[in-house]
């Protein structure tokens, strides 16, 4: 028990607790009055200064801080604290939330064993802008932070709404990290809003570092060897302000510049906010050719490979895809060189300063792959198609779902090469089978709207309606 009705033993207690003496950002500010003591605990960096001095220059001028009696801190608060944000608490575990969380606590010889948490917060944090890894040609220009209570006020911006629930939970025991789960009330499906609750609420862990890949990781514990996403991350409020409207689910992390949208299909990372600033047809026109693009990189590699095998069988009109000479490595060896050479080329670009990547990238993938050719190891043809479905990958945004697809491929590349036709056959089955046995956090399908079906959503994932706010449908869990 950190709080009593004896004020000495009350402050011993918190300095043990907070270790005033050996963490030199948390501050302890004693204050005497005429005929009473009080003592503020804060993290410096999390209070505003100018705030606090107001506060701390009218608490000075009075003449004690309260009577010693039951109810004489909730009397205080209202009589001599102007400041929006004030609760009154005499338990313990909210006493160090609150302060680690960046609020003022204050104790007084007059409070009869209770403290006033006083919200003086002001985090460090960036300005509200556009983020680089989801730009459109044309949108509003804001975008999430890492400070939570920011992140909130952008969609509720965009929803002003009564029925838009912000519900508040904390995840880990060492950190406290908030997270809010936002829905709107009569539009989410009710279950599935509780279970999300449940599942965030028993959530055992230390700390959330990594914000939302964190929590993923702890909401999906089962199918570790899956590659295929099962999270929707946008930094864009416009985007997740549709998906709420929709009767999807939001969870924000603080610390995380991201909304992690639940509940989440494959066909959700085919979508992107740049359909819907464009006129229907275009919108849909775009749509249909980024699914088009992007699934043909599973295909283009292996199907290519099977013509070079069976080139007997090939017609002769499609016989300018048989390169004049295969080079001095197996075609399948050049293929599998060339994947992890392109995967050489991001991590390097990664590591390299900004002002060098893109150079590094490009010029490096040129001369590697122009000396590659030269040297004999390579045909041109394995340095095209690699370069195509390298850039075709950024069709969209989901790196995950990205590499899960290179997966894919070189799963279809090594079943060729070892059984023919019929390890691609065998290897198409199961490029089907894994999203269909996958299942989401809350365990919905994977393959919503083809599994359950729902053919007016399923139009929709190609077809987009004039609607402003998305596709505007319920989703069905």
């Known amino acids: 028990m950190i709080l009593s009705a004896d004020f000495d033993e009350t402050v011993r207690s918190l300095d043990k607790s907070f270790h005033t003496d050996e963490s030199f950002d948390l501050i302890k500010r004693e204050l005497a009055v005429k005929n009473g003591r009080a003592v503020l605990y804060y993290i410096d960096g999390f209070v505003k200064g100018s705030d606090l001095q107001k506060m701390l220059i009218f608490l000075v001028d009075l003449e004690s801080f309260g009577d010693g009696q039951k109810g004489a801190a909730e009397r205080f608060t209202r009589e001599h604290l102007p400041d929006v944000e004030v609760d009154v608490t ?105 279970k999300l609750t449940r599942q965030l609420k028993a959530i055992k ?98 199907i290519w490979y099977l013509i070079l095998r069976y080139e007997e069988f090939i017609p002769d009109f499609l016989r300018f895809l048989i390169p004049e000479e295969e080079g001095a490595l197996p075609i399948i060896i050049q293929l599998f060189l060339t994947e992890f050479a392109l995967d050489a080329l991001k991590l390097a670009s990664l590591t390299t300063p900004s002002a060098m990547s893109n150079s590094l990238s490009i010029i490096g993938g040129l001369l590697i792959g122009d000396y590659a050719v030269k040297a004999g190891w390579l045909v041109p043809e394995v340095i095209f198609y690699m370069a195509f479905t390298s850039i075709a990958n950024f069709v969209q945004s989901n790196y995950e779902l990205g590499y899960t697809f290179k997966f894919y491929r070189l799963t279809l590349l090594l079943l060729s090469a070892l059984f023919g036709i019929y390890g691609f056959a065998v290897g198409v089955i199961l490029i089907i089978l894994l999203p269909a046995v996958t299942h989401c956090i809350g365990d919905t399908s994977y393959l919503y709207p083809v599994i359950p079906w729902n053919g007016s959503a399923f139009a929709r994932l190609f077809f987009r309606k004039k609607k402003a706010s998305g596709d505007g449908h319920k989703r069905k869990i």
């Open 90 to 194: 005499s338990d313990d575990e909210e006493i160090i939330r609150s302060v680690l969380g960046g609020c003022c606590m204050m104790v007084a010889d007059g409070f009869a064993g209770e403290a006033v948490i006083i919200d003086l917060r002001s985090y460090p944090s960036r300005d509200v802008s556009e983020n680089e890894n989801d730009r459109v040609m044309r949108s509003a220009c804001d975008g999430f932070v890492e400070t939570l209570i920011f992140n909130t006020a952008l969609i509720r911006r965009r929803i002003r709404d009564t029925s838009l629930i912000m519900k508040y939970v904390t995840v880990g025991e060492k950190s406290k990290t908030d997270v809010v789960i936002a829905y709107i009330e009569g539009t989410a499906d009710e279950k599935y809003v509780e």
């Open 205 to 302: 862990t230390d700390a959330l570092p990594l914000g939302h890949q964190s929590l993923a990781e702890c909401l999906c514990r089962r199918g570790w060897w899956n590659p295929l996403p099962k999270v929707r991350l946008t930094e864009r409020p416009d985007a997740t302000a549709a998906h709420i409207l929709e009767g999807g689910v939001a969870v924000l992390c603080d610390t995380s510049p991201e909304a992690m949208l639940l509940p989440t299909s494959f066909f959700d990372f085919m979508q992107e906010t740049n359909d819907y600033y464009f006129p229907p047809v275009t919108g849909s026109y775009l749509r249909i050719m980024r699914t088009l693009v992007f699934i043909s990189t599973i295909f283009i590699t292996p």
